[in-house]
């Protein structure tokens, strides 16, 4: 049975990889199929609402079954609805759902695995959280080689398969702590360091290809950087998951301290063409952040993580979107040092508490 959940925790990251990244690999087919326009803003807009929504839901009903597989199959029905869109507006109908199942499969998947292998459940979660980055580079490929109504098929095909999966998942471990104000004060900071994260995250993936423009390289140069900037960002989630598991506090400091490396190479051209490298030095940060506070206060760590990941990858980018294209480096740099402190400070704090 193990083993089966953790094929369905597998499939449901890999389905929200797919979806997060549908937008952005089929827009080129929306826009050609539809009249898109400034609706795309009301489709992520209603995305976002489910996707907070099902958290929450998730959130306060501890047990997993039947949710996690109904939030799977609603996934898939999602897709389907997509793919046999005529119209826009039905595109728009399907995105509050998708977004609902996404932020029910996003706090199952990521919580599951860590309760089936508690004494490894920081190198499982990381390697299980590649299939994200999995899905998020599929997408656009697949969609730009075979008609993507048929892609979405196969798709929500996928998502029923892993409800299947995924079907009789044990409730979700709630952890009683005995120096409760110490940990909170301890998950403040944690919530804070993870949605600074997700802003650095998405400011690199997000501002990176305008600056390399700025500096006069061509745009396709600028979109294959990106597609190797997720596929080092998956890669360092197999790759490191281990040394970053032997002391993670540590270790998340140096990997910081490297994408801030990253961001300096931006003020020396051409060197911000290894900007793939931040990929790969941040790929491990999110789900170290997460397990680390699922191990304190169980699967509720997990939703709020996935909170601060949420308001982060939103709120910091608006901020970097303020400055001028010449300004990213400095914008990069200091959403680095920022992380840079707070991990640094939920170190020291961990072990003044001896957590």
């Given at each position: 049975?193990?083993?089966?959940?953790?094929?369905?925790?597998?499939?449901?990251?890999?389905?929200?990889?797919?979806?997060?990244?549908?937008?952005?690999?089929?827009?080129?087919?929306?826009?050609?199929?539809?009249?898109?326009?400034?609706?795309?803003?009301?489709?992520?807009?209603?995305?976002?609402?489910?996707?907070?929504?099902?958290?929450?839901?998730?959130?306060?009903?501890?047990?997993?079954?039947?949710?996690?597989?109904?939030?799977?199959?609603?996934a898939g029905l999602g897709l389907l609805g997509v793919a046999s869109a005529r119209s826009f507006e039905t595109i728009l109908w399907a995105a509050f759902p998708l977004g609902l199942?996404?932020?029910?499969?996003?706090?199952?998947?990521?919580?599951?695995?860590?309760?089936?292998?508690?004494?490894?459940?920081?190198?499982?979660?990381?390697?299980?959280?590649?299939?994200?980055?999995?899905?998020?580079?599929?997408?656009?490929?697949?969609?730009?080689?075979?008609?993507?109504?048929?892609?979405?098929?196969?798709?929500?095909?996928?998502?029923?398969?892993?409800?299947?999966?995924?079907?009789?998942?044990?409730?979700?471990?709630?952890?009683?702590?005995?120096?409760?104000?110490?940990?909170?004060?301890?998950?403040?900071?944690?919530?804070?360091?993870?949605?600074?994260?997700?802003?650095?995250?998405?400011?690199?993936?997000?501002?990176?290809?305008?600056?390399?423009?700025?500096?006069?390289?061509?745009?396709?140069?600028?979109?294959?950087?990106?597609?190797?900037?997720?596929?080092?960002?998956?890669?360092?989630?197999?790759?490191?998951?281990?040394?970053?598991?032997?002391?993670?506090?540590?270790?998340?400091?140096?990997?910081?301290?490297?994408?801030?490396?990253?961001?300096?190479?931006?003020?020396?051209p051409p060197l911000p063409l290894l900007f793939p490298l931040a990929g790969l030095l941040i790929g491990p940060i999110f789900t170290t952040l997460m397990t680390l506070g699922q191990?304190?206060?169980?699967?509720?760590?997990?939703?709020?993580?996935?909170?601060?990941?949420?308001?982060?990858?939103?709120?910091?980018?608006?901020?970097?979107?303020?400055?001028?294209?010449?300004?990213?480096?400095?914008?990069?740099?200091?959403?680095?040092?920022?992380?840079?402190?707070?991990?640094?400070?939920?170190?020291?704090?961990?072990?003044?508490?001896?957590?």
């Amino acid at each position: 049975m193990r083993l089966r959940l953790t094929l369905g925790s597998v499939l449901s990251l890999f389905l929200s990889g797919i979806i997060a990244a549908s937008p952005g690999g089929l827009l080129p087919q929306w826009q050609e199929a539809f009249e898109v326009g400034s609706r795309l803003s009301l489709y992520f807009n209603l995305y976002l609402a489910g996707l907070l929504a099902g958290l929450t839901l998730s959130r306060l009903t501890p047990a997993r079954h039947p949710w996690f597989s109904l939030a799977m199959a609603l996934a898939g029905l999602g897709l389907l609805g997509v793919a046999s869109a005529r119209s826009f507006e039905t595109i728009l109908w399907a995105a509050f759902p998708l977004g609902l199942g996404v932020g029910a499969i996003n706090l199952n998947g990521n919580s599951l695995p860590g309760e089936l292998y508690p004494e490894r459940r920081m190198v499982v979660l990381s390697q299980v959280n590649a299939a994200f980055g999995l899905g998020a580079i599929a997408t656009p490929f697949l969609v730009s080689l075979f008609p993507w109504r048929e892609v979405l098929v196969v798709f929500a095909l996928t998502a029923l398969a892993g409800a299947l999966l995924v079907w009789r998942a044990p409730a979700g471990q709630v952890v009683r702590v005995a120096n409760g104000h110490g940990v909170a004060g301890w998950m403040w900071l944690l919530a804070l360091a993870t949605a600074m994260y997700a802003g650095l995250e998405q400011g690199f993936a997000t501002f990176s290809g305008a600056y390399f423009k700025e500096l006069g390289y061509p745009t396709a140069l600028a979109g294959a950087l990106l597609s190797l900037y997720w596929v080092a960002f998956t890669v360092g989630h197999l790759l490191l998951s281990y040394w970053v598991a032997r002391d993670p506090l540590r270790h998340l400091t140096w990997l910081v301290c490297g994408a801030a490396g990253v961001a300096l190479l931006y003020f020396l051209p051409p060197l911000p063409l290894l900007f793939p490298l931040a990929g790969l030095l941040i790929g491990p940060i999110f789900t170290t952040l997460m397990t680390l506070g699922q191990e304190r206060m169980g699967v509720s760590a997990v939703a709020y993580a996935l909170y601060a990941g949420a308001g982060g990858s939103t709120l910091i980018p608006a901020l970097l979107a303020l400055l001028p294209v010449t300004g990213v480096p400095w914008g990069l740099l200091g959403a680095s040092l920022a992380l840079l402190t707070l991990t640094h400070s939920l170190r020291r704090l961990d072990a003044r508490l001896a957590l």
